[in-house]
């Protein structure tokens, strides 16, 4: 079993930047593909961002530009730079892992969610 672990989320004007963290305790995730997601109110959650074991990233056309995901596997943990926000990125921000560490395919865990708002 996985268990992760969102932080890092908070209220942010418009333009200005956070980072979530997302620790992943119970096992070793450094094999694993991780993921980040978001569903804002009245939508269905989204993909964000995901990396492979060996560091390969994928981006929604949304984000591109603007996140970065990364991740430190002596940590454990992966994160999720967000700069310029927007309102529109204004969500519920979750982590997955995925047993398998190659192209992303769907998540075997999931994080409880870190709300990020960002006012105009």
């Known amino acids: 079993q996985v268990q992760l672990v969102e932080s890092g989320g908070g209220l942010v004007q418009a333009g200005g930047s956070l980072r979530l963290s997302c620790a992943a305790s119970?096992?070793?995730?450094?094999?694993?593909?991780m993921g980040w997601f978001r569903q804002a109110p009245g939508k269905e959650r989204e993909f964000v961002a995901t990396?492979?074991?060996?560091?390969?990233?994928n981006y929604a056309d949304s984000v591109k530009d603007r996140f970065t995901i990364s991740r430190n596997n002596a940590k454990n943990t992966v994160y999720l730079q967000m700069n310029s926000l927007k309102p529109e990125d204004t969500a519920v921000y979750y982590c997955?892992?995925?047993?398998?560490?190659?192209?992303?395919?769907?998540?075997?865990?999931w994080g409880q969610g870190t709300q990020v708002t960002v006012s105009s």
């Open positions: 997955a892992a995925q047993w398998y560490g190659g192209r992303w395919v769907r998540p075997d865990y």
């Open positions: 990396i492979t074991s060996g560091g390969s990233t």
């Open positions: 119970g096992r070793t995730v450094s094999n694993c593909a």
